[in-house]
């Protein structure tokens, strides 16, 4: 079973409208994280934001906030008044296995901004 | 600039060739990782290690070895290439994971023919 799902392979968002990007994740533990990283044409992977699974307050970083739904296993990605230099793969990621830290990734969204 | 260096950014392989990428990292982080990249599948981690003379094994760790002999460097070795090995390949590094984060590479494109 996956542990992370993104079911949005692509979408399209006019400019300045807000993006949701959608991201469920499975696990069986008490301690967790989860993260979204962008990739940009270029190839590197940018950390946008992090929400701890004891955090009670959902996570914001800017025009960046994480939606997360403890009890529905959900942490959507929206991203407020997209620009042009958002488009890009969007990657959800999540850490369990406290000890060793592994990163489980989703199979990503490419997010494309229309003029 | 601190952070974590992958060597080579690009490399052609042979079938049955070897070779080594190199990762180094200088901000004294404990862990370290190995992905690949495939299209449609995001990252998959291959080997880690927790700390220096330590590794283990991840999702996908057929067909390469990794050593850490030092804390700052982390090697992944394939011994005799093969094309489901084209791939792109990123280090990562954290401190404790959590809200410190990781830090990645910018990517080793691997291509065996």
């Known amino acids: ?115 | 600039n601190a952070g974590v260096t992958q060597t080579p950014k690009f490399r052609v392989l042979k079938t049955g060739q070897s070779m080594t990428l190199l990762c180094a990292q200088d901000m004294n982080h404990e862990y370290m990782y190995w992905y690949r990249q495939d299209p449609g599948m995001g990252l998959r981690l291959i080997h880690y290690s927790v700390g220096e003379g330590t590794t283990a094994k991840g999702e996908v760790p057929d067909g390469y070895n990794v050593s850490r002999l030092k804390k700052q460097n982390f090697l992944l070795g394939l011994e005799s290439a093969a094309p489901s090995q084209t791939s792109v390949y990123f280090c990562a590094s954290s401190l404790y994971g959590g809200v410190y984060g990781y830090t990645f590479g910018s990517g080793t494109r691997l291509t065996v023919v």
Do not use: H
Not at chain 1, 55 to 69: C, I, P
């Open chain 1, 1 to 115: 079973a996956q542990k992370i799902t993104q079911t949005q392979p692509g979408m399209f968002v006019q400019e300045k409208e807000a993006v949701t990007l959608d991201c469920t994740y499975d696990t069986s533990d008490q301690s967790y994280g989860l993260f979204w990283y962008k990739q940009p044409s270029s190839g590197e992977m940018i950390f946008l934001i992090y929400q701890g699974s004891y955090d009670e307050q959902n996570a914001t970083e800017g025009r960046y906030s994480l939606n997360f739904q403890k009890a529905r296993k959900s942490a959507t990605l929206v991203i407020s008044a997209s620009q042009l230099g958002d488009s890009a793969m969007y990657f959800c990621a999540m850490r369990e296995d406290f000890g060793n830290e592994k990163l489980t990734f989703g199979t990503g969204t490419r997010l494309t901004i229309i003029p």
